[in-house]
């Protein structure tokens, strides 16, 4: 054993003496590595004979180098790691501020599709408030009657009392009318004039006290003998007043006919008609 001993320790003297000194002269071209180059012994790079610390020594580097290089793996690992995640988290405030986004556009489009809808209301509203404001003061004649006095007595007959009670009788539970009388006599100047109010106003204290016509409702002028155009033939000379009388029209005005033809009062009036 201590023969390769020797052999190895006394190599190194005799390669280095066997060396040219050409060779000895020129200047070392080899690189520093890291890691330290085991000298060659005499068993070639491995010696069977090394100790553990030998082996250790020769290891560590390399050891240390890995070690590195695991440290250095695993800090690009949380590096990468932490980007992605900040990638995940931009992408997902961008995804939430996108839908935000879209959720405000989706309230704005609802709110403008409800104030068009809300301004087409009113639209209508207005419309039809314009026409219940021009329907206030047009009146029709729905009907006229003729209440003759005898001798110019303001007292009623049978038949003009029969005659009031059936204009009444259509004007239970019915708005939007108004009774228009035109009273004559044929008595001239403030005569005729007193008498005809006379019979105008029996005519009216019949409907008021016998059928609750309220008296808001009725309008009578007093003509005397003052002769009137017809309605149907207005070219046609008026007529010289002859007898007493009251012309009794029934006026309805056009906002409650078209309340009364409308369908929503067809069941209630149906319903009142039954027992």
Known sequence: ????????????????????????????????????????????????????????????????????????????????????????????????????????????????????????????????LNSTVNGLDQYKQVTDLEIKFHGGSPVLSADARAELDQIAANLTGRDGYILEMEAHSPGAGSVGISNSQRLAESVERYLVSEHQIPVYRMHFVALGNVQTASTDNPDQKPERVRTSSVHVMLMENSLAARAEASPQNAPAAAGSEQP
Request: glycine share 4%; proline share 6%.
């Open 1 to 128: 054993m201590a023969i390769p001993v020797w052999a190895q320790t006394q190599s190194p003297a005799t390669d280095s003496q066997s060396m040219p000194a050409s060779a000895a002269q020129q200047p070392s071209t080899t690189v520093d590595h890291p890691l330290s180059q085991p000298k060659e012994g005499f068993w070639g790079r491995v010696n069977p004979f090394a100790s553990k610390k030998w082996v250790r020594r020769q290891t560590d580097p390399i050891n240390d180098r890995l070690t590195e290089l695991d440290d250095v793996n695993a800090r690009n690992a949380r590096d990468i790691k932490d980007v992605d995640a900040r990638a995940q988290a931009g992408i997902q405030k961008a995804q939430a501020t996108g839908d935000q986004a879209n959720q405000t556009a989706n309230a704005a489009n609802q709110q403008a599709l409800n104030a068009s809808n809300t301004a087409q209301q009113t639209s209508g509203h207005v419309d039809q």
